[in-house]
């Protein structure tokens, strides 16, 4: 079990996880991951189902916690601090830390309530004029204003499925969050929704970092900068195996187990 | 678990393999025909280039199929953005044997220098046998076999120094000779860019195997020797 390219990047980063354990009772989920993430990029997250990959993704924002049997062991380090210190509130985590589902979940409100949520849960302090730009802003960076603008004060849920997801992720940003973290953002969408969201993940990193956990490989090679695969050791617990610039990992992977799971011959 | 797409890669090598060895076989033939002067072989060379043409285009339009089809990735596109290009250089390296040919035609039944006798087919053999262990090394992914090879081209250059430098003795001593020289000349540097193209192969197995490009060519004679 070697763990190749710890560092493809040289930095800044975002987020690091210095010797990260995650368990789920007496089951260890994901063991000794270290890994940061550079800013103002995109890294895949891959690997076959059951390798951790999402726990990982989870624990950059505490999302683990809300599963009663979860325990995590080492350090999420945020601005030089570690989000599970005793003293840190995994709320003002969240607010920093964005996450966007693999099934688009707007609540069963307006649009445009579905945005300002986000941001009144932030201690938004703005008139209605504000909250109004606030609003159009974020839905402008989700690329779904132009769907939207001329029913905001219709239900979330009378959109497709692809304008969902980016409502969701207008809500997301409207907290103005540094990272968002992406579980298969768009394994529940038609292709040109995907292509969409994937192009709208490219212009959403000239703002924030993001993470995205993937199943869909081209997805992976086409959208992200840097690729994180992990594997299920021979205990079930998930590691990191290679970590590396896309561009490398997806033509010349340095593990073989890699090269073996990218190419489609297990997992 | 990708079984098919396993066979599709095997018989896109196969593919190429089988284009390789004709190509080698048809270095030779064309340059028996030229010191011997055969008129006959000289143009079933010619003819031969269409049907090498045909199957470059084909084993390309496959590979891209299957690019279109498996999303191939890693190992699996290395491999076939290979193939593209060493489809490629086969082809290139027929367009010299055809027009290897097409200069003996040309030539008719005018004898031809002494030292051409003596020594093309030693360069042609060096050149064949370098595309030959640059495919092995293709098929057995032998990254060190790919990266000796190109040494090889010294003996090819040394034969085209030779002969080039009698080919200028030979014009410089019968003027009227000046066509017949340059059409010698071409066919010596047809013979040569052959073994060039076959480095180039040799650069792809590199990458294929190992996933990094370095060029491995000097490309000594875009230019005449001076």
Same mark, same amino acid.
């Given at each position: 079990?070697?763990?190749l ?33 550079s ?35 080492? @350090? ?28 688009p ?11 300002a ?22 839905l402008?960076?989700?690329a779904?204003?132009?769907?939207v ?39 529940a969408?038609?292709?040109?929704? @995907? ?10 990193k000239?703002?924030y970092?993001?993470?995205?956990? @993937?199943?869909n ?51 | ?9 095997q ?8 284009m ?45 199929t ?41 030539i008719?039944?005018t004898p ?8 093309m087919?030693?360069?042609a053999?060096?050149?064949r ?41 030979y ?30 192969i ?19 004679y ?5």
């Amino acid at each position: 079990m070697t763990t190749l390219a710890h560092d493809p990047s040289g930095g800044p980063f975002a987020i690091e996880a210095q010797a990260l354990n995650i368990y789920y009772g007496s089951f260890r989920a994901v063991k000794d991951i270290n890994l940061r993430f550079s800013t103002h990029k995109i890294t895949a997250l891959i690997g076959p189902s059951g390798c951790g990959k999402s726990t990982v993704l989870r624990a950059f924002n505490r999302m683990n916690d809300l599963i009663p049997i979860s325990r995590t062991e080492g @350090t999420v380090l945020f601005h030089g601090k570690n989000i599970y210190d005793a003293d840190v509130d995994p709320v003002q985590v969240r607010r920093r830390v964005g996450m966007v589902f693999q099934k688009p979940n707007p609540f069963p409100k307006t649009i445009y309530e579905n945005v300002a949520w986000g941001a009144r849960i932030n201690g938004f302090k703005g008139n209605k004029a504000d909250m109004d730009a606030l609003v159009e802003e974020s839905l402008r960076d989700a690329a779904v204003w132009d769907d939207v603008k001329d029913k905001l004060f219709q239900s979330g849920l009378s959109l497709s499925g692809g304008q969902q997801q980016r409502l969701c992720i207008a809500r997301a940003i409207a907290t103005r969050p540094e990272l968002i973290l992406m579980d298969e953002p768009a394994s529940a969408l038609d292709p040109i929704s @995907t292509l969409r969201i994937e192009e709208l993940i490219q212009d959403l990193k000239k703002n924030y970092t993001i993470l995205i956990v @993937t199943h869909n490989m081209q997805q992976a090679a086409r959208a992200s900068d840097y690729t994180a695969f992990f594997n299920m050791d021979t205990d079930r617990a998930g590691y990191l195996v290679e970590y590396g610039q896309t561009d490398q990992v997806f033509t010349s992977p340095k593990s073989e187990m890699t090269e073996q799971y990218i190419t489609g011959r297990f997992g | 678990m990708r079984q098919s797409f396993d066979r599709e890669l095997q018989r896109l090598q196969a593919e190429i393999l089988r284009m390789g060895s004709e190509v080698e076989e048809h270095l030779t033939r064309v340059t028996t025909a030229f010191v011997e002067r055969d008129a006959y072989t000289a143009a079933q060379m010619i003819a031969a280039d269409t049907s090498i043409n045909e199957r470059r285009i084909q084993i390309g339009l496959d590979a891209l199929t299957l690019i279109a089809k498996q999303q191939p990735l890693a190992g699996d596109l290395r491999l076939i953005g290979a193939v593209m290009e060493i489809v490629g250089e086969l082809e290139r390296i027929h367009d010299y044997i055809k027009g290897i040919g097409k200069i003996s035609l040309n030539i008719g039944a005018t004898p031809i220098l002494p030292a051409f006798v003596a020594h093309m087919p030693e360069m042609a053999e060096t050149a064949r046998e370098m595309l030959h262990l640059s495919l092995k090394a293709f098929v057995d992914r032998d990254r060190d076999l790919a990266q000796r090879v190109p040494a090889m081209d010294d003996v090819v250059d040394a034969l085209f120094n030779q002969l080039y430098a009698d080919i200028l003795a030979y014009a410089a001593n019968q003027p009227q000779a000046i066509s017949h020289s340059n059409q010698l000349e071409w066919a010596l540097h047809n013979l040569e860019r052959s073994a060039d193209r076959t480095i180039n192969i040799c650069e792809w197995v590199v990458y294929m195997v190992t996933g990094v490009y370095h060029e491995m060519s000097m490309g000594e004679y875009e230019a005449p020797p001076q």
